[in-house]
């Protein structure tokens, strides 16, 4: 059973930063790539930002490329969302996924934290 555990959300004015932090059990080395997904108030999951474990490929949304950054932490089992630049329609519960193959999509992914929440006012 791999577990996945998401903090470092919270309520930030726009334009402000956060770093989120998924911490994984140790049985996460298994599965080979991570991933951020978010979903706003009364709309669907979208794909955030995607990392292999290694660090040495990762890839964006469009909205998210040039102000987030996904990061990986082998030794900690740690995977980081740093989001700057913030805006208003950021605002969702950003989760963690663990998967074996790096994809945009939901169901490629296996294990899902429980989200942390980020609210970002005007």
């Known amino acids: 059973q791999v577990l996945l555990t998401e903090s470092g959300g919270g309520l930030v004015q726009a334009g402000g930063s956060l770093r989120l932090s998924c911490a994984a059990s140790a049985d996460i080395l298994g599965y080979r790539v991570m991933a951020w997904f978010r979903q706003a108030p009364g709309k669907e999951d979208e794909f955030v930002a995607g990392?292999?474990?290694?660090?040495?490929?990762?890839f964006y949304a469009d909205f998210a490329e040039g102000r987030f950054t996904i990061s990986t932490d082998n030794a900690k089992n740690t995977v980081y969302l740093q989001l700057n630049s913030l805006k208003p329609q950021d605002t969702a519960v950003y989760c963690c996924a663990a998967g074996a193959i790096l994809s945009r999509e939901k169901n490629r992914y296996l294990y899902w934290g429980q989200g942390t929440r980020v609210t970002v006012s005007s």
């Open positions: 990392s292999a474990w290694s660090g040495g490929t990762t």
